[in-house]
């Protein structure tokens, strides 16, 4: 997988009190563009496609009737003759419109990428890498598991991506039909009709004159409190011992 290169672009200082360019932007604003550098605001982002790490000149954009100068130093006096503002550098544009000027200094900057893994149970569905800062996109997978209905990632994806993360898919049991049939017996707990898989049967005591209560059973298969309900129907059945005398 490629990287991707992702820079930041800060506005440092405006001279003059003359209007700055038309279009010019509030400092909380923060412009978004793919292959060019738009001189507009004092704070704005620039995503580069793919394996690209630098902003070519010809694609600095200015106002229309303005200007502008590149140099690579603070007191421009050494203007920047190259085709390419490299990743990793300064520059500072000199921007002149009629009688007003704007001073930029700009910090061309690659973002650290962090590693994003998404798990379905212990299984590992897709590796990213991808930028900080930035929103982590929908993986574009549907994990499946047996008897559970998928309900998304354990973390928000909309939010931006700080680190190193792990990201599990969350499961939601279906629904499994419980028919209890107390076989003469009487009980005083409310015997639920159906439960999630996954869920833990409930603890229920049952009573019959004459009879020792042994318990709850689906065919040979005793059900416990602490038993798990699995992927199947179940008809769960008292069974009952005769005391004697």
């Known amino acids: 997988m490629k990287k991707k290169a992702l820079f930041t672009i800060f506005i440092a200082l405006a001279l ?17 563009s ?8 004092y704070d704005a982002e620039i995503e580069l496609q793919d ?7 010809s694609s600095v954009k200015v106002s229309e009737g303005a200007t502008y100068e590149i140099f690579t130093d ?36 690659l973002h650290p990428e962090a590693l994003v893994v998404f798990y379905n149970e212990r299984e590992r569905l897709l590796t990213l890498e991808l930028p900080t800062g930035e929103p982590i996109p929908d993986p574009g997978i549907t994990p499946t598991r047996k008897g559970y209905t998928f309900a998304g990632w354990s973390r928000d994806l909309s939010l931006p991506l700080e680190h190193n993360e792990e990201i599990k898919a969350l499961w939601v049991g279906n ?11 009487v009980t005083d707990y409310d015997l639920p009709s159906a439960l999630r898989v996954g869920d833990n049967f409930p603890y229920a005591d049952a009573t019959r004159e004459g009879y020792v209560f042994k318990g709850w059973y689906c065919g040979s298969e005793r059900i416990l409190p602490r038993d798990t309900v699995k992927d199947k129907d179940y008809v769960i059945v008292a069974k009952w011992e005769e005391k004697q005398n």
Not at 18 to 28: E, L, R, V
Not at 51 to 57: A, F
Not at 90 to 102: A, E, H, Q, W
Request: charged share 20%; net charge positive; with cysteine.
């Open 34 to 41: 793919v292959g060019s550098v738009e001189i507009k605001g």
């Open 16 to 32: 003059f009190a003359g209007a700055f360019f038309g279009g010019c932007t509030p400092n909380s604003t923060r412009l978004y």
């Open 74 to 109: 603070r007191e421009y006096k050494n203007p920047f003759n190259g085709a390419d503002l490299g990743c990793g550098n300064t520059y500072y544009i000199r921007v002149k419109k009629g009688d007003s000027f704007s001073l930029y200094t700009i910090f061309i900057r």
């Open 51 to 57: 394996g690209e790490y630098t902003v070519p000149v």
């Open 175 to 185: 629904l499994r039909s419980i028919t209890w049939d107390l076989a003469g017996g």
